[in-house]
């Protein structure tokens, strides 16, 4: 088991592709009536393959001979710049490590600054708030380690905290009836430890701060962390309730400023596009939810996100053709003939016979020094 540069880039390559063909899953017809928790499920996985690229024994190689190999060249191949030798891979490694530890410092500075604004929160007033608490006491819906704060009035509500969780709401501003709502939105969220969720996808952000990919990813994460809430809630109401509901998301989205952090999950979301999904998603008719045709749609939800992570972890995409004579050793071999040349690899020196790659050396012994012609790239050997 081993991370390389072709292990990293396929294990992306494939979750593109999951995203790619999720896309138009999503502009189907049917889309409304996939069970939100797959499609959470189906991200996360895609998530873990990104937090760990790893390139397994039973993997099976790929090879691109045609086109790879100087891509591969030019990355790893030596430059030169003012009399000093480098590589646009070391470059890219050293921007890589430079640009993920500013994303954690930045992280950082985010943390503290949540730490002192959440000090200066205010207790919430109880009184108003008791009837609410009482009610969902009776759903045993409630957990008695739930404080709660006062946040401004233009902030939307929202809960943080893993050992010690809590739910910061404005004061005065809602209903009880819609604090009922707001409250049972913000326990799904805790009750799931959708926070610990959102901190592993930006951790992920953190390590792939360059690749576009994750983002787009964490995004579609966060959409669904929040129907799968709205799931929770919704699925013991009745139509009355679900409305108001609704009506409910509608106000925190129109009056309230989205306090957008790794390290909260609320209520609201900004979006147009993707309220209106979830007012779809959540004035459905329900009467066909465990249908056939939603069963087919389910099922190749997870069919298509178990075929691309398994791809993912039992293919890997290489540069290299590793094919060796019929007749040859890998373990023996003669040198000082005209036909074995070595060339240099980020992993060492690659022996060639016959124009097929027979041992990989980490170090090539100073005894085959001019023994051998020696290349920096495998299109140097045509020449």
């Given at each position: 088991m081993s991370v390389s540069p072709s292990?990293?880039?396929?294990?992306?390559?494939?979750?593109l592709l999951f995203l790619i063909l999720f896309y138009f899953i999503r502009k189907s017809k049917g889309y409304l009536h996939i069970n939100v928790h797959f499609i959470l499920a189906s991200f996360i996985l895609c998530i873990c393959r990104l937090a760990v690229p790893v390139e397994f024994s039973f993997t099976k190689t790929i090879f691109f001979t045609k086109i790879l190999p100087y891509f591969t060249d030019f990355i790893y191949g030596p430059h030169h710049l003012y009399g000093v030798q480098f590589t646009f891979g070391q470059v890219f490694i050293f921007i890589w490590a430079l640009g993920s530890l500013l994303k954690f410092w930045r992280h950082i500075r985010t943390y503290q600054?949540?730490?002192?604004?959440?000090?200066?929160?205010?207790?919430?007033?109880m009184d108003f708030l008791s009837p609410v608490l009482n009610r969902l006491d009776k759903e045993n819906i409630l957990s008695p380690r739930i404080t709660f704060f006062q946040i401004p009035a233009k902030i939307e509500p929202f809960c943080s905290g893993i050992r010690h969780p809590a739910i910061f709401l404005p004061q005065s501003v809602y209903t009880q009836d819609e604090l009922y709502y707001i409250i049972r939105h913000e326990i799904a969220h805790l009750s799931r430890h959708d926070l610990i969720l959102?901190?592993?996808?930006?951790?992920?952000c953190i390590i792939?701060?360059?690749?576009?990919?994750?983002?787009w990813l964490r995004n579609d994460i966060f959409h669904f962390i929040e129907?799968?809430?709205?799931?929770?809630?919704?699925?013991?109401?009745?139509?009355?309730?679900?409305?108001?509901?609704?009506?409910c998301l509608l106000k925190c989205a129109k009056e309230c400023i989205p306090f957008t952090s790794y390290l909260q999950a609320g209520i609201s979301e900004s979006s147009a596009e993707f309220i209106k999904l979830r007012f779809s998603i959540l004035l459905r008719d329900k009467s066909n939810e465990t249908g056939r045709i939603n069963q087919i749609e389910n099922s190749l939800v997870i069919l298509l996100t178990l075929v691309v992570f398994f791809?993912?972890?039992?293919?890997?995409?290489?540069?290299?053709?590793?094919?060796?004579?019929?007749?040859?050793?890998?373990?023996?071999?003669?040198i000082g003939r005209?036909?074995?040349y070595a060339i240099i690899t980020p992993m060492g020196y690659d022996v060639y016979v016959n124009g097929q790659k027979a041992h990989t050396?980490?170090?090539?012994?100073?005894?085959?020094?001019?023994?051998?012609?020696?290349?920096?790239?495998?299109?140097?050997?045509s020449k």
């Open positions: 292990s990293i880039w396929s294990s992306n390559f494939f979750i600054k949540f730490r002192r604004w959440k000090k200066l929160s205010a207790p919430y007033d959102k901190a592993v996808v930006e951790t992920i792939y701060w360059w690749n576009p990919l994750v983002y129907l799968s809430a709205d799931r929770d809630v919704s699925k013991n109401l009745d139509s009355v309730q679900i409305v108001d509901y609704t009506e791809s993912s972890i039992f293919l890997v995409f290489n540069a290299t053709n590793p094919n060796r004579p019929a007749d040859f050793s890998p373990t023996m071999f003669s005209d036909d074995v050396l980490k170090q090539l012994p100073d005894s085959l020094d001019g023994l051998i012609p020696i290349y920096n790239s495998i299109s140097e050997v």
